[in-house]
């Protein structure tokens, strides 16, 4: 089974960058998709994107234009470019794996903060 690891969190002003990572012990290639989740307190946790294994990706609607995912067979790892941050994507970033129907594997997540 996959392991995942994220990184890449920390605190950045509005308007800024960062870049998170998932590295995966096993290939990423053997999952139906990879995706990055967040979770903000008091807030539901929220699926931000996802790429499937042949590549198609899918945003939500918050963070459209504005972040990227991308992922490198190579190194079993999976990116999340996150560009023009804003204080309401402060939360908890979980990286996940999704079986033949469920997103089954989790990483233990990293905190984003955004500062106004």
């Known amino acids: 089974q996959v392991q995942l690891v994220e990184s890449g969190g920390g605190l950045v002003q509005a308007g800024g960058s960062l870049r998170l990572s998932c590295a995966a012990s096993?290939?990423?290639?053997?999952?139906?998709?990879m995706g990055w989740y967040r979770h903000a307190p008091g807030k539901q946790r929220e699926l931000v994107a996802f790429?499937?294994?042949?590549?198609?990706?899918n945003y939500a609607d918050a963070v459209k234009g504005r972040f990227t995912i991308s992922r490198d067979f190579g190194k079993n790892t999976v990116y999340l470019q996150m560009n023009s941050l804003k204080p309401e994507d402060t939360a908890v970033y979980y990286c996940?794996?999704?079986?033949?129907?469920?997103?089954?594997?989790w990483g233990q997540g990293t905190q984003v903060t955004v500062s106004s």
């Open positions: 996940a794996a999704k079986g033949s129907s469920t997103w089954g594997t």
């Open positions: 096993g290939s990423i290639f053997s999952s139906n998709a």
């Open positions: 790429i499937t294994r042949g590549g198609v990706t």
